[in-house]
């Protein structure tokens, strides 16, 4: 089931942007999209990478071809691989990584263990990618206020 949060609600319905149910799923088949490769994708196919599921190893190798099939077909080279994290930080509900924690706390919010487990591993994911150095981090405080962390 699809699933987007309402801080990617000034993209979602035109897909011009990345949603986070694709950054995770990206990074469980260990696959570098960048936007320039999703700006060439149709409307269709971004919705086949959206709701495309991954819970399975088939699936996971299915939506990887698929992936690295369209991205050849647009740029002629495939796009580049990622190591893939055998024990993705989003699915540990009981370590907070640090530099979400300190990007929290940057702005005066604690996360505590009780609400860290609390959260899906689609939210922790969401967190998680937000409170890095090299992204633009305008949905980290509306994410933590929609996942009720403030």
Not at 11 to 39: N, Q, Y
Not at 61 to 67: A, I
Request: net charge negative.
């Amino acid at each position: 089931m699809t699933h987007f949060f309402q801080f990617e609600a000034d993209f979602v319905d035109s897909l011009r942007c990345i949603p986070m149910e694709v950054r995770m799923k990206l990074d469980t088949c260990g696959i570098k999209l960048k936007l320039a490769h999703w700006h060439q994708f149709t409307q269709e196919e971004r919705l086949v990478l959206v709701e495309k599921p991954i819970t399975t190893p088939e699936e996971i190798e299915d939506y990887g071809k698929y992936l690295q099939q369209l991205v050849v077909t647009y740029t002629g080279i495939p796009a580049s691989n990622l190591p893939i994290d055998p024990n993705p930080p989003w699915l540990d509900a009981n370590t907070i990584p640090a530099n979400l924690q300190t990007k929290a706390q940057e702005i005066g919010v604690i996360i505590t263990e009780e609400k860290w487990a609390a959260l899906t591993p689609q939210q922790r994911f969401a967190l998680i990618k937000l409170s890095r150095p090299s992204h633009e981090s305008k949905n980290f405080l509306p994410a933590l206020k929609e996942f009720k962390l403030l």
